[in-house]
């Protein structure tokens, strides 16, 4: 089946590209979903998964909104306001959904559903409750399943937004939309999507595109289109084979020079999110030593930690891995 959405000359000037953490959140947690997972993602939902069963999460508010395929309850993915918006910002969103949107989004789930789920009656009898659970427990599963990772994510969804501005700049936003994907094509002011579950359309839309990119769309394109916000259309972000490749550690000992070789190892073993009892493990060092080069590396800016179940997670931040990468390489 193919799908078309027409555009105005003001449509194509009013396209525009966004990071959305709300996309990463529902499309990485549609991943985890399917045992088989991507081959692209295997060992994030390795690691990822046991926390989301853990927490309880294979079996809340997300599992119920969240199919492991076909629609997706618009109201989950609310237009961002500028290109890189906060979580907070898109929760806050969806806080303030129309009652008349959410059970409008549910109906529609529960056309598709083989079974009624309890959970969603609820948030269809009282949506402006209901969505505050919601939303909380989907920042408990951020803070497991994507902010240890945020900064590795976010990089390559910025380069992506990057270099398709350069090409907008040197080639025009035709020649990017028709790049954007195999399953999507630009043709004399149309652009043209097969295979597509959901349609984009012009009802009542407002003018323009929101072109958002994914790191666990892939390798699909997905869309939304709600009046009067302008349609969305999430796509797989250029450089995913990369995204999970162990990041450049070779400049190490420069780094140790300065900061001490037991700082610099924990550094290094931050390539995969860990926690203070993994990195004492991985590293020989004592939990009381970790833990104290620890909170000393957090309050320099160079690890993150982050809240999973009695856990804490931490990883590096991008400082830290400019830190690790030799002066003069690429970082992919």
């Known amino acids: 089946m193919e799908y078309s959405l027409t555009f105005s000359a003001s449509d194509l000037a009013q396209t525009r590209f966004a990071v959305s953490p709300m996309w990463e959140v529902v499309t990485s947690f549609r991943l ?4 088989t997972g991507s081959p692209l993602h295997r060992d994030w939902a390795a690691q990822v998964r046991p926390r ?5 999460l294979d079996r809340g508010w997300l599992a119920a909104l969240i199919p492991g395929g076909g629609y997706l309850a618009d109201f989950l993915n609310p237009t961002p306001a500028g ?4 979580l907070s910002a898109e929760l806050e969103a969806i806080r303030r959904s129309t009652p008349q949107q959410v059970r409008s989004d549910l ?10 789920s309890p959970r969603l009656r609820l948030l269809h009898e009282d949506p402006g409750a209901v969505l ?9 599963y951020w803070e497991f399943a994507l902010a ?4 590795r ?3 390559l969804l910025e380069a992506d937004v990057f270099h398709r501005a350069r090409q907008v700049a040197e080639h025009g936003a035709a020649h990017v939309l028709n790049e954007l994907h195999d399953s999507v094509s630009w043709d004399e002011g149309t652009l043209r999507m097969v295979r597509r579950q959901c349609a984009l359309h012009r009802d009542e839309a407002a003018a323009g595109l929101l072109l958002v990119p994914s790191a666990f769309a892939w390798p699909r394109v997905l869309t939304r289109s709600v009046a009067p916000e302008p349609p969305q259309l999430a796509y797989p972000a250029r450089g995913i084979g990369t995204l999970w490749e162990p990041r450049a550690t070779k400049a190490s000992d420069a780094v140790a020079a300065v900061l001490g070789r037991s700082r610099t190892l924990l550094l290094a073993e931050l390539d995969t999110p860990a926690s203070t009892t993994q990195l004492a493990r991985s590293s020989g060092l004592s939990a009381a030593a970790v833990s104290q080069h620890l909170i000393a590396l957090r309050n320099a800016g160079l690890v993150t930690g982050h ?3 009695r856990s804490v997670l931490y990883a590096r931040t991008a400082i830290a891995d400019a830190l690790l990468t030799p002066v003069g390489a690429g970082t992919g």
Do not use: C, M
């Open 32 to 35: 985890l979903r399917d045992e």
């Open 52 to 56: 989301l069963v853990r927490a309880g």
């Open 83 to 86: 290109p890189f918006p906060e």
């Open 107 to 116: 109906d529609e789930l529960a056309r598709k559903s083989r079974r009624p």
């Open 132 to 140: 505050v659970k919601v939303t909380e427990e989907i920042e408990t």
């Open 148 to 151: 240890p990772y945020w900064s």
């Open 153 to 155: 994510v976010r990089r």
């Open 307 to 309: 809240r999973a179940g």
